[in-house]
C-alpha cells in the first residue's frame, strides 16, 4: 500500500476563492503511526493520529472517519489507519466548500462537488452526518459571515438540517464557553450581521440569544428609528460598528445594547422607557448564561445604560457630564471611553437613512476629556486640605469643565 | 472449530440445549456468540444464564435490554413488571453472583475471523447503532457504558437508563444522557430517521415503518465494512435485505422459532417452538 499525501480544507478552499493562503492542513492515506515515524514525523499526542513535518512543522493527519478519535477501546486502530480513504475522510467534513483535496502533483479531487458550490456560492453540508455535531450550527453561521461579502448564502436544505437541530434543543446542551467562543470569534471577523441573521434564519438565535431574537418584530418611533424594528435597527448598528472597527468588544456592545426593549410592555409602544434599566438585567442574564468575560460585560453595560444620555451630551448640565465622565472611568480608562464612543456612534448610524450621518458627540466628549485631564491634580492637591481633598478635585473639574463646554457652545455653529 | 451466533433466548433453555445438541457443539472447539437478551419472558431465565455462566469461557455475550432490565430489577434501581418472568431467577441463592457477572460483559462485541469467503469483520449489538457510526466509535462508545455499569456510581446509570430522550446521538452529549442516548441505540434501536432519530414506540415489521422513519440498517454506513449480528427485533422474521447485517431474533418466546447461524459458512439452524 503507497503512501499519499493531500493537501485539504481550508488551504484547497481559500485557493480556488483566491484569498490569502492560511495553515496547510495535510491529510496522509495509505499510511499508519509506525510508518510516519519512521519517515521522522512527531506523533503530535499520545494516540493521535496527527504529525508535524521534521522541517516544516506542518500538520499531517492519518486519513481518518472520526473528527475526534479518542484513544479509547482500541486506540484509533479503525478510525484513521491505511485502510481509510481520501473520500471516507473528506466526508466527515462539515461543508463542501471544505471537503476538497489536492493531490501532490496538483490534481484536485471533488468527490463532494466543493467547486461546483463555491462556483454557485452556496455553504452545504457534505452528509447528513453534518448534524452529528450541534456546534456546526454556530460554525456555519460564522462561514455565513465570513464569506458573505463574496455573496455565499446557506443551502437551504443545510439550513433546514440546522433548523432541525435546533427543534431537538440540542444547542442547550452545548458548552457555554465555546458558544461564547464561536459569538466572540463572528464579533471580530466580517459581517457579524449576518451571523445573526444565520442563527435567526435556522432558530437557533432564539436559543442563544433570546435577548437578542425576541427585538424582531418590536417597533421603535419612527421619528428617531425610521427602520423602526428594533431587531433590524440591531443589525443596522451591527453593520455600522463594523465600519468603525474590528474590535469584538465594541461590536459586542452594539449588538446587546437594546436588549431592553424586548420586554417593552406592548401598551408602551412604540416607546421604551427605561429601557436602559431593564437592559441591564437582561444583559446580566447573558453573561451569566454564557460566561461572557468582564471586559465585553462591562462595556455593554456601559453603553446600554449610558448611550441614550450620549446621544444628548450637548444638553447635559456639566454637573451630569461630570458624572457620566466618572461612571465611564474616563479620567483613569481612556481607551475604554473611545469604545464606548465608537459603539454609540454604530448606534446613532444604525438607522435607516441615516447611515452617514455625523456623531459630533463623539469628538466633543473627547474634547472635553482631553482637556479636562490635562487639569494638574498634583498642584491642585497640594492646595487641599486632606479631608476634603476629593471635593476639592471635583469643584476644581467642575469649573473647568463649565469653562471648556461654554467654549466649545459658543463656537458651535449649529448652537 | 466453529462459531455460532444465536438469536435472543429470553430464557429458553431447552431450545438453545436442542440447537446445540444439533451442531454437535463442543465446549473445548466451538464458541457461542449471544446477542443479548438472554433472560426474561420465557420459562427458564434462571437455568439458562446458568447454563451460560458454566461455559463462560466458550461464549461471547452483549447484553439486551432485558438483560439490563435485571440487573436493574436486582439491585432495586428498577419495579418487574407485570410481564417480566424473571423470579426464579431473582430468588435464587446465586442470583447476586449472576448478575455481577452480567454486569461485567459489553454491550458491543467485535471479532475478526476466518470464514469461507475471507477474513471478515464481524461486530454484534442487541439491537443496533446509529446510523454514522463507525466501526470503532461503536466500541468506544459501548466501552463507556460497560465501564458505567462497573463503577462506583453504576446504580445511578441503572436508575436512569429508561426513557426514550434525548432521541438522538450528537457529539455533544454529557452524563447520563450521554449514557442513555447509547444504551438505547445498542440495546433497543428499531426504526430512525436520516439523522439517527429514533422511534423507540414502534415495534411491528417493515411495513409499519413511521413516516420519515426508516429501520436502523437502512443508514449504517459503517467503516470498515463490517458484517453486523443483531437481535431484538423479532417482527423482521430474520429479514433485512442486506448482505452483511443479519437479524437473529427469530420470535421463539413468542411461538415462533429459535435461530442459531454459523459465521464461518453462513449455515443456519433453527428450532420451532
Known amino acids: 500500500m503507497t503512501m499519499e499525501i493531500y493537501l485539504v480544507g481550508g488551504a484547497v478552499r481559500d485557493r480556488l476563492l483566491d484569498l490569502p493562503g492560511r495553515d496547510k492542513d495535510w491529510v496522509v492515506v495509505g499510511s499508519n503511526a509506525k510508518l510516519m515515524k519512521e519517515r521522522g514525523y512527531l506523533q503530535v499526542g499520545k494516540g493521535f493520529p496527527v504529525f508535524l513535518h521534521p522541517e516544516t512543522k506542518e500538520e499531517y493527519a492519518l486519513a481518518r472517519t472520526e473528527r475526534k478519535v479518542g484513544v479509547g477501546y482500541l486506540g484509533f486502530e479503525f478510525d484513521a489507519s491505511e485502510f481509510v480513504t481520501l473520500e471516507q475522510d473528506l466526508l466527515r467534513r462539515d461543508l463542501t466548500i471544505n471537503a476538497i483535496a489536492e493531490s501532490s502533483d496538483g490534481k484536485i479531487i471533488d468527490p463532494y462537488n466543493g467547486r461546483r458550490d463555491i462556483k454557485d456560492k452556496v455553504l452545504r453540508h457534505v452528509s447528513p452526518a453534518f448534524a452529528e455535531d450541534p456546534l456546526r450550527v454556530l460554525r456555519v453561521a460564522k462561514f455565513a459571515a465570513r464569506f458573505a461579502k463574496l455573496g455565499f448564502s446557506v443551502a437551504p436544505e443545510t439550513l433546514k438540517l440546522m433548523n432541525n437541530i435546533v427543534q431537538s434543543g440540542e444547542m442547550d446542551a452545548l458548552v457555554r464557553e465555546r458558544v461564547w467562543q464561536e459569538i466572540e470569534q463572528a464579533m471580530g471577523g466580517p459581517a457579524p450581521d449576518v451571523f445573526i441573521c444565520v442563527l435567526r434564519d435556522c432558530s437557533a438565535l432564539k436559543s442563544i440569544l433570546p435577548e437578542v431574537d425576541r427585538l424582531f418584530g418590536v417597533p421603535q418611533l419612527v421619528k428617531y428609528h425610521p427602520e423602526v424594528d428594533t431587531g433590524l435597527h440591531t443589525l443596522l448598528s451591527l453593520q455600522q460598528a463594523a465600519k468603525l472597527t474590528d474590535d469584538p468588544v465594541v461590536r459586542y456592545a452594539t449588538l446587546v445594547n437594546d436588549v431592553g426593549k424586548g420586554v417593552t410592555d406592548k401598551a408602551n409602544w412604540p416607546s421604551h422607557y427605561a429601557h436602559e434599566t431593564v437592559g441591564l438585567q437582561l444583559q446580566a442574564d447573558i453573561s451569566k448564561r454564557l460566561h461572557v468575560p468582564n471586559e465585553f460585560a462591562k462595556l455593554a453595560a456601559l453603553v446600554c445604560e449610558h448611550h441614550t444620555k450620549m446621544h444628548r451630551i450637548k444638553e447635559l448640565r456639566p454637573a451630569t457630564l461630570l458624572k457620566l465622565i466618572e461612571a465611564l472611568d474616563g479620567f483613569r480608562r481612556p481607551e475604554r471611553v473611545q469604545k464606548f464612543l465608537l459603539a454609540c456612534e454604530a448606534d446613532a448610524r444604525g438607522r435607516a437613512g441615516l447611515e452617514k450621518r455625523d456623531y459630533p458627540q463623539n469628538d466633543y466628549l473627547t474634547t472635553i476629556l482631553l482637556e479636562l485631564t490635562q487639569l494638574d491634580l498634583g498642584t491642585l492637591l497640594k492646595e487641599a486640605k486632606p479631608e476634603n481633598a476629593h471635593e476639592f478635585v471635583q469643584q476644581s473639574r467642575l469649573s473647568l469643565l463649565s469653562e471648556i463646554m461654554t467654549r466649545l457652545n459658543s463656537s458651535d455653529p449649529t448652537n | ?273
Open chain 2, 1 to 273: 472449530m466453529s462459531t455460532y451466533v444465536v438469536g435472543d433466548l429470553q430464557g429458553c433453555y431447552k431450545p438453545l440445549k436442542k440447537l446445540l445438541r444439533k451442531v454437535k457443539f463442543s465446549e473445548s472447539k466451538d464458541k457461542l456468540w449471544c446477542v443479548g437478551d438472554l433472560v426474561n419472558r420465557g420459562p427458564n431465565s434462571l437455568e439458562t444464564l446458568r447454563f451460560l455462566h458454566d461455559i463462560a469461557g466458550s461464549i461471547e455475550i452483549v447484553l439486551g435490554n432485558h438483560d439490563l432490565h435485571f440487573i436493574a430489577i436486582h439491585e432495586g434501581c428498577a419495579p418487574a413488571g407485570s410481564k417480566d418472568t424473571l423470579d426464579d431467577l431473582l430468588n435464587a441463592r446465586d442470583c447476586q453472583h449472576l448478575s455481577d457477572w452480567l454486569r461485567t460483559q459489553p454491550l458491543a462485541h467485535y471479532e475478526s475471523l476466518d470464514t469461507k469467503s475471507g477474513v471478515k469483520d464481524f461486530l454484534m449489538v442487541h439491537a443496533g447503532v446509529a446510523p454514522h457510526w463507525t466501526l470503532q466509535k461503536t466500541l468506544d462508545l459501548s466501552a463507556e457504558v460497560q465501564h458505567s455499569l462497573q463503577d462506583a456510581q453504576y446504580k445511578a446509570f441503572l436508575r436512569h437508563m429508561y426513557g426514550n430522550t434525548p432521541t438522538r446521538w450528537h457529539n455533544q452529549l454529557e452524563g447520563l444522557d450521554r449514557l442513555r442516548v447509547i444504551t438505547n441505540y445498542l440495546t433497543r434501536i428499531r426504526f430512525c430517521d436520516e439523522i439517527g432519530t429514533m422511534q423507540l414506540t414502534v415495534k411491528e415489521g417493515l411495513a409499519s415503518a413511521p413516516h420519515g422513519f426508516k429501520p436502523w440498517f437502512e443508514y449504517e454506513t459503517m467503516t470498515p465494512k463490517t458484517t453486523i449480528l443483531f437481535g431484538h427485533w423479532a417482527a423482521l422474521e430474520g429479514y433485512t435485505g442486506k448482505k452483511y447485517i443479519h437479524a437473529l431474533d427469530t420470535g421463539y418466546v413468542w411461538g415462533r422459532e429459535l435461530t442459531l447461524m454459523r459465521l464461518e459458512d453462513q449455515q443456519l439452524y433453527s428450532i420451532s417452538n
